[in-house]
């Protein structure tokens, strides 16, 4: 009988283990990465060094110029995730979801006073007291061309946050900045 439990046990994990996707974790976000993923990867390199498909959610099917925007296929951890696209290499990562964090621990719903607390120390703070908007953007110290930017909105929690290089990742708009 113990054999079975073990058996069935290990099975289960088995199973869990599987559907976790081995390149890109849950609480992976780097300034410059997602898991395994890089900023300045082709579409073609993401995958293969994460081992997870992508889907391009807007512009020219297979599109490789201009910006545009990706996301990862699998997984519910990765809903409300997208990768921006520029002239074919991914330039930052754009998170909406509180599934997935950032290397020191935050994510999405997490109190704009707790970023201190996560040793996040330089950063600048855009918007005031009466604005219902803030951004909190972290500059990395050894990586002064990158940036991961905080917003909160009125309720002042974390509700959402980009990570990437410049220029492209202190675009407010996304892709309706590039030109």
Known sequence: M?????????I??????????SGVSTD??????????????????AQKAAHVGIVQLNG???????????????????QRVRFM??????????INSSNVKTTKGIKVGDSQYNLASYGIKNFQLIGNKNSKQRYFI?????????????ESGEYEYITRYKAGRLPEVNYPFG???YS
Do not use: H
């Open 12 to 21: 289960v994990v088995l199973i869990f283990a599987l559907l976790i996707p």
């Open 28 to 45: 992976s976000v780097d300034y410059n990465s997602f898991g395994k993923i890089k900023i300045g990867m082709t579409l073609a390199q």
């Open 85 to 94: 696209v520029v002239d074919g290499k991914i330039v930052s990562f754009e």
């Open 2 to 10: 113990l054999k079975w439990i073990i058996s069935y046990f290990l």
């Open 138 to 150: 972290y500059i990395p110290p050894k990586a002064k061309n990158y940036r991961i930017i905080f």
């Open 60 to 78: 020219k099917p297979n599109q490789q110029d201009g910006c545009f925007y990706v996301q990862p296929k699998s997984g519910f951890q990765f």
């Open 175 to 177: 892709c309706a900045n």
